[in-house]
């Protein structure tokens, strides 16, 4: 186990450095390809057979030999026809063609594609070609694209469409892959009560549970709500204890700053979680904690107010949820966009502002700050797809600055 000393304050590159570090690459389970969308890849795909695997029409039209036709203008023989799917061992020799549909083998003897556009049939059936045609042209030659051998798709990587299909023509029917993480979610406080409770005197609804849910789903993991726990520490203690049993990454909000009911950074190292971060130079979020228990799962304890919360999850976990699935998570540098209004400077912390990221008519990103109120305004930060990220000690931002940011959610569509 990682033994170096906990991050005591720690700054957002500190904190990536040290998750690089720590979290190790989740369990490895293999998928039909129909489920294997957005799933990371554990083995690389080697094909079977080379791509294509016969000289292919690329066009409908007629096989022929390119010798035969100089500049055009002259009338073939047509022996039959050959549609995808088939083969024909008929030789093409002088003055013969074979009528060709695309993705059909190219006969033996013949070497071009005339498209079917530039060909006249004539009633006695022979075909009257109007151009010349180079050698090769219409065919995809086999192999070209690949070979029987090659290393398609290269573990690590996440797999899109465009990677199922190429998956699929290299005849991996099921393909091996990180298994989703399982998110555990631990709320605190006394004063959280469910949506369908009417709040009374001190209480509020507990809105980071279905934030974190949605949050993990998100990501493609599997998000296990473990409820609202009190803050007292053998409650705390069970429920952190019980969650970790079926998470692989447990992420708990509340009760993690300087109040004398915050107990969670002390009941995680009592079951046995040792801490890598104990705060972070950031803001909002500061509070926010990070260990590893015994069993190699990442605990991500985050601030109780919600945009606090929303912003370890973005900084903290989501990269965590990569490096589960042996994704590098910090390959990109952050995106830059113009800025619509002023922000004011930054203290010692790297400050995280919710932000609306919006593509211009010029085609360039525009971003406006939302017009939350603080880390307990959720409301304001509706319909925010980014944080913008300000250095320590930045001085004020003016509108038309370009400044960095971290998508948070769809920007294009
Ligand atoms: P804490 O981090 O526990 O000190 O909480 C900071 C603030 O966030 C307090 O105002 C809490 O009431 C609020 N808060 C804590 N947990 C939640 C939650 N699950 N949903 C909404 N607000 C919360
Ligand atoms: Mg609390």
Request: proline share 8%.
């Amino acid at each position: 186990m990682e033994t170096r000393p906990t991050l005591e304050y720690a700054g957002v590159d500190e904190a990536r450095d040290r998750l690089r570090s720590i979290v190790p690459a989740g369990r490895t389970e293999l998928v039909p390809l129909a489920s294997s969308l957005n799933r990371a890849l554990a083995n690389s795909i080697t094909t079977d057979v080379d791509d294509p695997p016969f000289h292919r029409a690329m066009m409908d039209g007629y096989a022929v030999r390119s010798g035969d036709l100089g500049d055009g203008g002259v009338s073939l023989e047509v022996l039959g026809d050959i549609p995808a799917g088939a083969t024909s061992n008929t030789e093409i020799t002088e003055g013969k063609c074979v009528h060709i549909n695309t993705g059909a083998p190219i006969p033996p003897g013949a070497d071009a594609v005339v498209p079917v556009e530039d060909t006249t049939l004539a009633p006695d059936g022979r075909v009257l070609i109007q151009v010349g045609v180079a050698e090769g042209r219409h065919i995809a030659r086999r192999g070209v694209n690949t070979r029987a051998g090659d290393v398609v798709l290269h573990a690590p990587m996440r797999l899109d469409a465009v990677a199922m299909g190429v998956a699929a023509a290299a005849g991996a029917a099921k393909l091996s892959v990180y298994s989703s993480p399982r998110i555990g979610i631990i709320t605190t406080g006394a004063e959280l009560v469910s949506p369908d409770c009417f709040p009374e005197g001190g209480q509020i609804r507990n809105s980071n549970g279905p934030q974190l849910r949605g949050l993990a789903e998100s990501c493609g993991c599997i998000a296990i709500d473990f409820g609202v726990v009190e803050d007292d520490r053998k409650s705390l203690c069970t429920a952190i204890a019980a969650a970790l049993e079926q998470s692989d990454i447990l992420c708990i909000t509340g009760g993690v700053s300087m109040g004398a009911h915050d107990h969670v950074p002390e009941c995680l190292e009592r079951c046995g979680v040792q801490l890598h971060i104990r705060k972070m130079r950031i803001k909002p979020g500061k509070p926010v904690h990070v260990g590893i228990a015994e069993g190699g799962q990442v605990v991500c304890a985050l601030p109780g107010n919600p945009v606090s919360a929303m912003v370890g999850f973005h900084l903290l976990v989501k990269p965590t949820i990569d490096l589960r699935q042996n994704l590098n998570p910090f390959k990109n540098p952050h995106p830059v966009a113009k800025l619509s209004d002023a922000i004011k400077p930054t203290t010692n912390r790297t400050t995280l502002v919710p932000a609306h990221v919006a593509v211009e008519d010029d085609g360039s990103l525009h971003i406006s700050p939302s017009s939350w109120r603080g880390s307990g305004d959720p409301f304001g930060c509706i319909n925010a797809n980014a944080l913008i990220l300000r250095p320590e000690n930045a001085p004020a931002a003016e509108p038309g600055a370009w400044v960095r940011f971290l998508p948070t959610g769809s920007i294009f569509g």
